[in-house]
């Protein structure tokens, strides 16, 4: 998807272990996104950084942080990885309220 | 209450008929309201904005907002097999940046 790179695509983990997801926009998009999407289900917001230096709480925070390290990148953390955090991965930026960019997604599985 | 309600479907249209998606919310402050459509394994596209009551057409697309009822729909005309997917609706809540999706609609167009 054009503007927004996440990394990496697929990842297995074990119970307990980290992980950092990145996400890079080069599109000068102020706000920023992240998402998972469990099977069957709808995005859900996990954080997001409306400009850079600040980030907020979405719908499903617990269990996760984030860096919103310059306008470019965003980054999602997840210190102690459990079952449940199995899911994919959508890193988004969106630029107003007119344009909106999804990364390819990032397919995690924790066992 | 959620705060983005989409029956999940699947819906099921013939080749050739008028889709019919529809989105409640429940924040009355949201201002800009987006779909989305997402293939299987894909991740979400944007494929029409609307921000003021009424119609907006684009092509073979139709939204249609009603601030008052809390209301959104996508009308698809001339429906496609390539019109088969998921959609997302997406009001932009009271946090200027804050994007929650809803659950989306599975859209299955049979020959």
């Known amino acids: 998807n054009a503007g927004v790179t996440q990394t990496p695509k697929f990842q297995v983990l074990k119970t307990g272990q980290s992980m950092t997801l990145q996400c890079a926009q080069d599109?000068?998009?102020?706000?920023m996104y992240w998402y998972r999407q469990d099977p069957g289900m709808g995005l859900r917001l996990i954080y997001y950084?409306?400009?850079?230096?600040?980030?907020d709480k979405g719908e499903v925070p617990n269990g996760y942080n984030v860096s919103r390290l310059n306008k470019r990148e965003f980054s999602l953390r997840l210190e102690s990885a459990a079952p449940s955090q199995t899911s994919v991965y959508f890193c988004?930026?969106?630029?107003?309220?007119?344009?909106?960019?999804f990364g390819q997604g990032t397919r995690l599985t924790v066992v | 209450q959620k705060e983005v309600e989409q029956n999940s479907g699947p819906l099921s249209v013939p080749e050739g008929a008028i889709a019919s998606l529809n989105c409640t919310y429940s924040?009355?402050?949201?201002?800009?309201f987006f779909w989305y459509r997402q293939y299987s394994g894909k991740s979400p596209e944007l494929i029409m904005s609307?921000?003021?009551?009424g119609d907006k057409e684009d092509g073979r697309f139709t939204a249609q907002l009603n601030k008052a009822s809390q209301y959104v729909s996508l009308l698809i005309r001339d429906s496609q097999p390539s019109d088969s997917a998921t959609y997302l609706c997406?009001?932009?809540?009271?946090?200027?940046?804050?994007?929650?999706f809803g659950s989306g609609t599975r859209l299955s167009i049979r020959p």
């Open positions: 599109m000068n998009h102020n706000s």
């Open positions: 950084s409306a400009s850079e230096g600040t980030t």
């Open positions: 609307i921000y003021s009551n």
């Open positions: 988004a930026s969106f630029l107003g309220r007119a344009e909106a960019f």
């Open positions: 924040d009355r402050v949201s201002q800009s």
């Open positions: 997406a009001p932009q809540g009271s946090s200027a940046s804050k994007i929650i």
